[in-house]
């Protein structure tokens, strides 16, 4: 049998025929403990007043001293005692509380166990690949559909691709050449023509006249 079964009474032992759950006997074991704790307190208190005692008397009193320095030794011998005892339940209700919380954990692993079976006992892993299938096929099939319905549709016009790119070529090389007459700026005015006919010379007698005046001028210059 296993250690929780020995615990609880798994197994139809003792305590399955009526022995207490593991909350009654944790809730009893804090209670002693509580029971104990005042009695602590209660032999603490002796122990101060039979040491006031014993002081008070001291050497007025002698016998009635001693008597209370042996009543504070038994108070002190019982508060070690009740030291030890409720050491060893403190274990014991934190190894039951301990057992307890693994028993409740182990019982809801079960429960969990249980569950997942019952899910699962309704699935056949041929029909989930089946089914896996059906939806991979549905997809493949909306896509389909998608990429069909996004196809542009020309609703019975159709037209030459050569006769379309040719009539593209010649705008733009229209409006290429529109560009370069615009770089080239406006063209250049025509000048008139040099006349033919030769302009009239100046006359031979007014010719000489400036000759003279020349040749004056100079006999002027010479002389000075």
């Given at each position: 049998?296993?250690v929780?079964g020995?615990l609880?009474?798994?197994?139809?032992g003792?305590?399955?025929?009526?022995?207490?759950t593991?909350?009654e006997a944790?809730?009893?074991?804090?209670d002693?403990?509580?029971?104990?704790?005042?009695?602590?307190?209660f032999l603490?208190?002796?122990?101060?007043?039979?040491l006031?005692?014993?002081?008070?008397?001291?050497?007025k009193?002698?016998r009635?001293?001693?008597?209370?320095l042996?009543?504070?030794?038994?108070?002190?011998?019982?508060?070690?005692?009740?030291?030890?005892?409720?050491?060893t339940?403190?274990f014991?209700?934190?190894?039951?509380e301990?057992?307890n919380?693994?028993?409740?954990?182990?019982?809801?692993?079960?429960?969990?166990a249980?569950?997942?079976?019952?899910?699962?006992?309704?699935?056949?892993?041929?029909?989930?690949?089946?089914?896996?299938?059906?939806?991979?096929?549905?997809?493949?099939?909306?896509e389909?559909?998608?990429?069909?319905?996004?196809?542009?549709?020309?609703f019975?016009?159709?037209?030459?691709?050569?006769?379309l790119?040719?009539?593209?070529?010649?705008?733009?090389?229209?409006?290429?050449?529109?560009?370069?007459?615009e770089?080239?700026?406006?063209?250049?005015?025509?000048?008139?023509?040099?006349?033919?006919?030769a302009?009239?010379?100046?006359?031979a007698?007014?010719?000489?006249?400036?000759?003279?005046?020349?040749?004056?001028?100079?006999?002027?210059?010479?002389?000075?």
């Amino acid at each position: 049998m296993s250690v929780f079964g020995k615990l609880f009474g798994a197994g139809g032992g003792k305590a399955g025929k009526g022995g207490p759950t593991p909350q009654e006997a944790i809730q009893r074991l804090r209670d002693t403990e509580e029971m104990l704790s005042k009695k602590q307190e209660f032999l603490e208190k002796k122990i101060e007043q039979e040491l006031t005692a014993a002081k008070k008397h001291g050497t007025k009193n002698k016998r009635a001293a001693l008597q209370a320095l042996k009543r504070k030794k038994r108070y002190e011998k019982q508060l070690a005692q009740i030291d030890g005892t409720l050491s060893t339940i403190e274990f014991q209700r934190e190894a039951l509380e301990n057992a307890n919380t693994n028993t409740e954990v182990l019982k809801n692993m079960g429960y969990a166990a249980k569950a997942m079976e019952a899910a699962h006992d309704n699935m056949d892993i041929d029909k989930v690949d089946e089914l896996m299938q059906d939806i991979a096929d549905q997809q493949e099939l909306a896509e389909e559909i998608s990429t069909a319905i996004s196809k542009p549709v020309g609703f019975g016009e159709e037209f030459d691709e050569d006769e379309l790119m040719a009539e593209l070529e010649e705008l733009e090389q229209e409006e290429l050449d529109k560009n370069l007459l615009e770089i080239s700026g406006p063209e250049t005015v025509p000048l008139p023509n040099v006349p033919s006919i030769a302009l009239p010379s100046k006359p031979a007698k007014k010719k000489e006249e400036e000759d003279d005046d020349m040749k004056e001028l100079e006999n002027w210059a010479g002389s000075m």
